[in-house]
């Protein structure tokens, strides 16, 4: 699974004092939500999508590329985190700046041969990453929630999610309620997803002004549960509670899938005993160059 997936509010949920990470005894906290944020991004989704008739014309689903194009993207994630009892501090926002690079090299009728190159500062440092990768016309889903963990993960796994990403069109006010259940009971995330489908509105954004139907994100009882005694045996802290919620809007652009705006917050929680700690990510990505050959 891309990297860029990883809920990036798990990975500062144990920040103590001056921003030194705090342990535990021979179980530092640091281990048990970095083991949180690899469970919700490889977690396979066990749903069932409850789906309203809406109302309004029809937005088409699909990605309609065309050979030559390219676009660029530039991706924003702002974090914070801030802990409550023993070691009490306020956090200072971080930022990191992305620019995706996207080149449509060819398409077979089913297919897109995408050239993709992402370009982010890491501890300083300039990294750019290539790949050439292979797109299908129903891959418009990865679009949907940018930022979040690939929620449709293995959804072919899924009759329910295979039948649904199948339809051609999605109706305006259309809402999906897609529950989750991820993980085992030695250690998981439960809850739900909701994705409605609003009207068509005209985004401006620095590549131009587009038509793009609306999507509205948030969540409902997002939790993660765990097992003490499977914590206890990989060294991992037990905790008390442990929650997670997202809330945000995607921009789509009319007949092509094509993303145009995104944005996103993730906010967690994990308390231990008097202990509170509280993370927020937000993540912004927006089509800032276009051009057709």
Request: net charge neutral.
């Amino acid at each position: 699974m891309d990297k860029q997936n990883i809920p990036k509010f798990l990975k500062r949920l144990d920040v103590g004092n001056n921003g030194n990470t705090q342990t535990t005894g021979r179980k530092p906290r640091k281990k048990l939500y970095a083991l949180m944020g690899s469970l919700i991004v490889i977690a396979v989704i066990v749903a069932a999508i409850v789906i309203p008739q809406g109302s309004g014309s029809p937005n088409e689903l699909g990605l309609k590329y065309a050979v030559g194009e390219h676009m660029v993207y530039n991706i924003t994630s702002i974090s914070v985190a801030q802990q409550e009892g023993l070691l009490s501090l306020s956090g200072t926002p971080q930022t990191n700046n992305s620019t995706l690079s996207i080149d449509v090299l060819s398409f077979d009728g089913e297919n897109y041969v995408l050239k993709q190159t992402m370009t982010t500062t890491l501890a300083g440092q300039s990294l750019t990453l290539p790949a050439t990768i292979n797109v299908s016309k129903t891959d418009y889903y990865k679009n949907l929630v940018n930022g979040a963990p690939d929620i449709f993960n293995n959804y072919t796994r899924d009759p329910t999610i295979s039948a649904y990403l199948a339809q051609s069109s999605v109706k305006v006010d259309e809402v999906w309620t897609i529950p989750v259940n991820t993980g085992n009971a030695s250690l998981g995330l439960t809850g739900s997803l909701i994705l409605t489908f609003k009207g068509v509105e005209d985004i401006a954004v620095p590549a131009g002004t587009y038509k793009a139907f609306k999507i509205e994100i948030s969540s409902s009882d997002l939790v993660v549960h765990a097992d003490p005694d499977y914590l206890d045996a990989i060294h991992i802290a037990t905790f008390d509670k442990a929650t997670l919620s997202m809330s945000g809007t995607t921009y789509l652009e009319q007949g092509t899938c094509r993303l145009i705006k995104s944005d996103l917050i993730q906010e967690g929680m994990v308390q231990r005993g008097a202990s509170i700690v509280s993370s927020s990510v937000k993540t912004e990505k927006i089509l800032t160059e276009y051009v057709k050959n």
